[in-house]
């Protein structure tokens, strides 16, 4: 009985240990080596595996040995080697994969399903961890002495298991909004080598340091098309001692052949068996037997092809959406940039019709610049909340009440799902502003646009006690824009004018002709206004005046900047002129439409 006790107190000892290094850090691999160590206080083993489900493969990503003074035999050095295992192939992993329970192998001899990679191993359980009804990863220990595991062993390592499961799930979640901060950074990075860089080496190295540190991938080879323009060759690579300048791949041979000439991205699993895969003379061959996963995609810009970036992992990789979509993006950028380097070499005989789109092009890439690095400041901000959430309830869940346990569960998975919004959220209006210049612009009836919009914002209006009219002027042209967009711009700014009055305030809204190419929309009111130093802020993302923040208020800080895009791809303008106390205006100038696109 003693005993028992014993073993059950270091049971929770160790499970208690594990749950402070969860709490204490996001770094999957720290947390895998704690609770593997603070398993072996528990569950005595010669060998303990943790391998992760990718595919139809189990992929060993920790190993620990624990022999007490004993070197590593040379068979245990033999299985450090393995860390792919098919899991069809193997009796054991996939017992459990298809069972989604444990599996307990008290003698090895005696059992059909052991499959020996290796000889001493007698005693064997493993445990699989789940997500929902689907495997992720597996949790294994073995020993060198027969009908060493029992059922209880079974009970303590599933306990572990969960632990694992809920660390593993937060790493992920970590690992994926680090892998979009990096990416991120690597635009920046290559829009900051672009700006910077006057020759085409240097700006090709700081790309493929980037694209290689984005993969953690083995070698990035840069390959440009030759004067002839009948092959690509190579001119920089990182690391720099991997594969030589000079080495030239004729249109249509090998891979990097190959997306010269198609212009379009191709992806290998595994180079070693790809026909499409040729060697040229002058390859470093010996260098290339380390790469297994390959990408290579084409540098494109508006006067055609320029070459092509090849990058290669020495494992086998399968290459993301996210991640294709990141790498087309940085290699646009990099031929538009050598494309203006280009143009920049031969600038005495060009000077008169490039210099402007040069100057254009460079403020353009700052301004993006300056874009990014805002983003990733806001979206971080926005961030921090559901993460402190999550560290609160991880030690609510730890220390509080056993009742509650399932309350805090829903929490912590309330503020996962939160996250992954806010990740998808990002990557949404990524995508919205790279379409931006797709926009569909058609002749729009403005005065029909606000009418509709004030009927909708009418009752809302009285119930605050305010008035609100439209003063439409007579026979105002069509504006050149998109109906939708425009109705969110006047509903915006409506209702920012109904946010900020008091009862018995007016909101008047008027059409009219400023000049012969430009309609105003213009937006009053006499409400609370606006302090001067105020007013340079305005439009910023997140921004809400100091009023605002000490009031009830609504709203997200997004309106306004939502009504500056909007103005800006419509090519016009905005003014807002305030004062506190006695109210706000804004005046918004949009294109009158082409006489030819009017009905």
Known sequence: ?????????????????????????????????????????????????????????????????????????????????????????????????????????????????????????????????????????????????????????????????????????????????????TELEALSTVSAALRSSETVPVILQAVLQAMVDILAARVGVAFLLDETGTAVVSQASYPTDFYDNGIAYPLGVGITGHVAQTGQPYVSLNINTDPQHKTVPGEPVDSLTQVRSTIALPLISEEGTLGVIHLGLDKTYEFADDEIRTLKAMCNIVANGLQRLYVMQTLEARVASRTYDLETANERLQELDKLKTKFIADVSHELRTPIANLSIYIDLLQHGHPDKHAHYITVLQQQAARLTDLVNATLGLSRLEIGAPNLELRPVALNQVVEEILLGHQARAEGFGLQIAGQFGPDLPLVWGNQTQLSQLVNNLVANAINYNLAGGRIVVETFLHSDSLVCLRVSDDGIGIAEEELPHLFDRFYRGQRTGQSNIPGTGLGLAIVKEIVELHQGQIEVSSKLDEGTQFSVYLPVAPSEERP
């Open 1 to 181: 009985l003693w005993a028992a006790e014993k073993e059950q107190r270091v049971l929770l000892e160790a499970l208690q240990a594990a749950s402070q290094t969860l709490t204490s850090t996001l770094d999957f691999e720290q947390i895998l080596d704690r609770i593997l160590e603070e398993i072996s206080r528990v569950i005595p083993y010669d060998m303990a595996n943790f391998a992760l489900v990718e595919n139809d493969e189990a992929v060993i990503v920790r190993r620990r040995y624990f022999v007490a003074d004993q070197p590593l035999s040379e068979e245990v050095h033999t299985l450090y080697e393995i860390d792919r295992l098919r899991i069809q192939q193997m009796a054991t992993m996939r017992t459990m994969y298809e069972t989604k329970r444990p599996l307990l192998i008290t003698n090895t001899a005696k059992n059909p399903k052991w499959q020996s990679l290796v000889g001493k191993v007698k005693s064997w359980l493993g445990v699989p961890l789940g997500v929902g009804d689907t495997p992720i990863a597996f949790l294994m220990v073995d020993k060198y002495e027969a009908n060493f595991y029992q059922r209880r062993h079974e009970e303590w390592l599933t306990a572990f298991a969960s632990q694992a499961t809920l660390a593993l799930q937060h790493a992920q979640l970590f690992t994926e909004i680090q892998r979009r901060v």
